[in-house]
């Protein structure tokens, strides 16, 4: 897994060489761009690109644009990286389709272990098909159908779906969501988990009535 390059973008020179110091410790090769413009011509050059760490305020393009950008043609995990912690900022990037978002100051070694978690299970190689309804999820090839057609999800969107398959049936609290996709070190609350349900709920089509709400607890994915 560690033979994936991550692409570390930046406009502060201190911030990519704190970065890809810790990075290639864990053994991982880092590219690096200082503006939105050089990240994009890095990212559609460079086919080895595995993860990208995306900071929001850049010159020439920002992060927004640049993941914008991005999502069009890839589901490449992206790791939104800002000094500004602000709800509206927060949610703005993950209905662009981040994966994460971590603000300003951050601990080096907790985001090389969101780093290390999400390509350890963006890469796993377990060929599980997982069914439940109408919803069809292939863990090998990372897709997803819903009635028979096919659903463009995020990385994220992903997991939280195959969570909620998992675990069908079960009435699932916020926190316990967070934990289990998120994982324990995640710095954000349960607003992420309703923007993410709202996304997936809406992509499912039909299907996305199997997500249910428990009220004053959080979801659950049911057969019906």
Request: glycine letters at 6%.
């Amino acid at each position: 897994m560690n033979d994936m390059k991550i692409l570390i973008v930046d406009d502060e020179d201190r911030i990519r060489k704190l970065l890809r110091d810790f990075l290639s410790i864990k053994g991982y090769e880092c590219a690096e761009a200082a503006d939105g413009e050089k990240a994009l011509e890095i990212f559609f050059s460079d086919r080895s690109i595995g993860l990208i760490i995306l900071d929001v305020m850049m010159p020439k393009l920002n992060g927004w644009e640049v993941l914008k950008t991005i999502r069009e043609t890839s589901r490449i995990p992206v790791i939104m990286l800002t000094a500004r912690g602000e709800e509206q900022d927060e949610l703005h990037g993950f209905e662009l389709g981040a994966d994460e978002y971590i603000s300003k100051p951050f601990s080096p070694k907790i985001l090389t272990a969101r780093v290390d978690a999400i390509l350890r299970r963006s890469h796993n190689t377990d060929t599980d098909i997982l069914e439940c309804g109408g919803v069809r999820l292939n863990k090998s090839s990372h897709t997803v159908t819903a009635d028979g057609e096919p659903v463009d999800l995020s990385f994220k969107e992903f997991e939280l779906l195959e969570y909620f398959i998992n675990n069908k049936n079960i009435a699932l609290s916020r926190d316990n969501i967070l934990n289990n996709v998120w994982d324990y070190d995640y710095f954000g609350d349960s607003r992420t988990i309703d923007t993410h349900v709202k996304k997936l709920r809406a992509k499912l089509g039909d299907c996305g009535n199997q997500i249910k709400t428990v009220w004053g607890m959080g979801y659950k994915f049911t057969e019906e």
